[in-house]
């Protein structure tokens, strides 16, 4: 991080009479860049809603908006992977920031029910070689599967977004000095609605026993379980969708846990978990990681939750 600030320092002048030009991978980030940017910052999104950040691909309009960028705030979700160096070659003198920097990323949720037979048949080794295949043959088309394991979705934490926030104002306020001022009165209110976001969060899930589990379909929630000491168990994996004897687990894990309702997001098919929901006899609620409303997302997501144990 220190390099990347000495290097915005030399670029800083540059800024003295205009608003810096932003892009942003994800909607998340646009709402907190514009918490602290204020009307300082000009803000361009590249994953439009509806899309996935796994296999999103831009277009050329947005291609021209990296031309003008004068800063890339990476997220490390999974279209950056590819793009970003395309980006950096279009436009030379725009910084890459990672707004994630410092956050310690979890492992992406795999299927425990994979591996939940001890292979009393064929069936696992019919599906571990299936799964060999398709990483020999599918692996560079396999979008769902983050290529170093790491869940992707950090921004889905308070305390991360706390992290991401003092990211974005360490590096406006270097390519802005002059307006270092009015960022850091940004960030201290920014800072404020967090803790009190984490405070309503704590107090809906006051009566949720700790390590209690709630079913998703895309394993997104993972920091928001472990900020808040939950467990997700996932219907996808990997960008997989589970197989008959799988989904048959996963229809018994939901009974067990007694499970009110799959959360699904609206950026995937919701086949799989209509049939799991059906035959547990819930519903399917849908809520987007993706949400730019993110304080009304996550206390949605944590009502949901709370509601499975009321």
Request: proline share 5%; no cysteine.
């Amino acid at each position: 991080m220190k390099k990347l600030l000495m290097t915005l320092a030399l670029g800083a002048t540059s800024f003295l009479y205009a608003n810096v030009n932003a892009i942003v991978s994800i909607l998340p980030q646009q709402t907190f860049l514009e918490k602290i940017g204020g009307d300082k910052v000009n803000v361009s999104l590249m994953v439009q809603p509806g899309n996935s950040p796994h296999s999103y691909e831009p277009k050329p309009s947005q291609m021209k908006d990296i031309s003008k960028a004068d800063v890339y705030f990476s997220i490390g979700v999974e279209f950056e992977d590819v793009w970003l160096p395309k980006f950096i070659n279009q436009n030379k003198n725009m910084i890459i920031s990672k707004m994630d920097d410092s956050i310690t990323k979890i492992e992406i949720e795999k299927h425990s029910h994979h591996d939940h037979d001890e292979e009393k048949d064929d069936d696992h080794h019919e599906h571990h070689e299936h799964h060999e295949h398709h990483d020999e043959d599918e692996k560079h088309n396999d979008h769902e599967e983050h290529h170093d394991n790491k869940d992707p979705h950090t921004w889905l934490s308070p305390s991360n977004v706390k992290t991401m926030a003092h990211n974005i104002f360490k590096t406006l306020s270097t390519l802005d000095s002059k307006n270092s001022a009015y960022y850091q009165k940004n960030l201290d209110n920014f800072l404020s609605e967090i803790n009190q976001l984490d405070l309503n969060i704590k107090n809906i899930l006051k009566n949720t026993p700790k390590h209690s589990k709630f079913m998703v379909f895309h394993p997104s929630w993972g920091y928001f379980a472990k900020e808040y000491h939950l467990e997700q168990f996932a219907i996808e994996s990997g960008g997989k969708n589970p197989k008959p004897k799988q989904i048959a687990y996963l229809i018994e894990e939901a009974k067990e846990e007694n499970v009110k309702a799959i959360f699904t997001a609206p950026e995937f098919s919701i086949k799989t978990a209509n049939q799991i929901a059906k035959e547990v006899g819930v519903p399917v609620i849908k809520i987007s990681p993706l949400n730019p409303k993110w304080n009304e997302n996550l206390l949605s997501f944590a009502k949901g939750i709370s509601a499975q144990h009321k």
